[in-house]
């Protein structure tokens, strides 16, 4: 049987340690005295860690080691359109051609389920009672793994709607899985959450630089709730936060570069500033990665080369740490977002934050120094308006091969927004409008009415405030607002996408494989 990549072959307890060996006999004939395994591994701190190490790393690459699948998370939605193509992002710049065989999918699938095998090891170890951990050690671990298996099941979910629950470490093949509903997933993320929010440390008491505290649980809480419509806990979800005083907003110059020209909320983004022992106050969760480090970035993290424009290649112009190093312009934001989404003097749409203008920096140019004027193709995929979030440069590596800046996962803006979002689902208007004009204060923006308020305002803010952070695709289909929003702002994708769009196909591969049982398709990919 040709090898299979499926969900079954990949959930093996190797994924969770940091390494394994399974030989028997050399060809010294030497009898192997010793190896790694969950069952021999996770029994103490030092195992636990490494199980955990483990799990992080399969969570850190996630969609931004492959190049184009970070773009299929914006593509075809209201934000973006292709700029460089890319076979794995194509099906979604026409739906009319993502189907169970398109190649993301599979990515996407396999991702998710190794994420929530590890975790699934580590919460079976920990409640063995003849591991050597204190209960406050027990407890941690259980709460990091439930709060990682969580997470993936949040993005399974939403892109998948009801998916198979897998609750217990999977050892060997199995082709007998069903879908669960989407209640089920939802209802068992809960659980996971609440226990993570009740044993993982606040901030004062996160003993490793880089690891989750509480209220990263909470915020993802809040979000689920929101998912269950229990609004109500989704208010209080992210009122725990705000109250509990450990973050505040990011409202002055602050870091690296505090007396360079820029604005507070561009320093949250500059490299060296984004940390919370950097002074980034906003920060709730950061995935910390670090150049020349082995171990500190991602395998092919793409944020950088996807978001920026290929500037390069247009003749006279350089790569430069001003503008962000190498791009290679596969995500082009719509018009929508370049021209209709922001006042002129939100501070989110400074030159500091997005960048519109361009001036030839090559010194062999003749050109050199004037500002650059760009047509047709150049406008799609070399000179764009852009967010710099994602600005990074390595001389050491000028085409950008791999990116080493920090990745901003959850921060307080967003709890915001989740909050106002909770309180509109109330029909609290007014508390609504108030705590979406405290992110509109600090970006000196027009404060908004109570009347204004709806779901796609809030949409809107969030496309403001967390343009390349959060995945468009996920808040879209979570808010059921894909396919009406990419009619109404996306025009080049508006004609291919049907209602059923909103979910993506499951993988055929896992259908095929699933022998036993009946993996069923969505609905609409059905030939």
Known sequence: MKKIKHIYSLMLATLVIAGAASCSRSFLDEELKSSYAPDNTLVDELGFEAASTGMLTIMRNDYSNTQGLLATFYVG??????????????????????????GSLLSMWTWGYKLINAANYIISAANNPKVLLTPEQRNFYMAE???????????????????PLVTEPVT????????????????????DLQLAEKYLPDPANVKKQGRINKYVATQLLAEVML?????PEAEAAANRIIDSKFFTLVTARYGVKATAPGDPFADMFIYGNMRRSQGNTEALWVIEQQYNVIGGAADFDQHRREWGPFYVNVS???????????????????NW????????????????????????????SPKYGQPVIVKDFDTLQNIYAHTTKWYEFQPQDLQGAQSYKDRIQMRLGETYLLLAEAQLLQGKTGEAAASINVIRNRAKAAPVQAADVTIDYILDERAR???????????????????????????????????????????????????????????????
């Open 227 to 231: 998912r269950a419509k229990r609004y």
């Open 337 to 364: 977002w370049t021209y209709e989404l922001y006042e002129k003097d939100d501070m989110r749409n400074s030159r500091f934050n997005i960048r519109r203008n361009y001036y030839y920096n090559d010194p062999a």
């Open 172 to 191: 060997v093949p199995r082709t007998d899985y069903t879908r669960a509903g989407e209640e089920e997933v939802i209802s068992l993320m809960i659980k």
């Open 77 to 102: 939605t209201d934000m973006a359109i292709t700029g460089q193509p890319n076979s794995l992002q194509a099906p979604y710049e026409d739906y009319r051609n993502l189907n169970p065989q398109t």
């Open 145 to 163: 793994a439930s709060f990682f298996r969580a997470y993936a099941y949040n993005h399974l979910s939403l892109l998948f709607g009801g998916v």
């Open 316 to 334: 006279g112009m350089k790569i430069a740490d001003s503008l962000g190093g190498r791009g290679i312009g596969r995500i082009r934001p719509t």
């Open 465 to 527: 405030e967390l343009t390349a952070e959060e995945l468009r695709r996920l808040t879209l289909v979570r808010t059921k607002k894909l396919v009406e929003r990419v009619r109404k702002y996306n025009p080049k994708v508006a004609p291919t996408i049907s209602d059923f769009n909103n979910l993506l196909p499951v993988p055929q591969s896992e259908i095929d494989v699933n022998k036993d049982a009946e993996l069923k398709q969505n609905p609409g990919y059905i030939k």
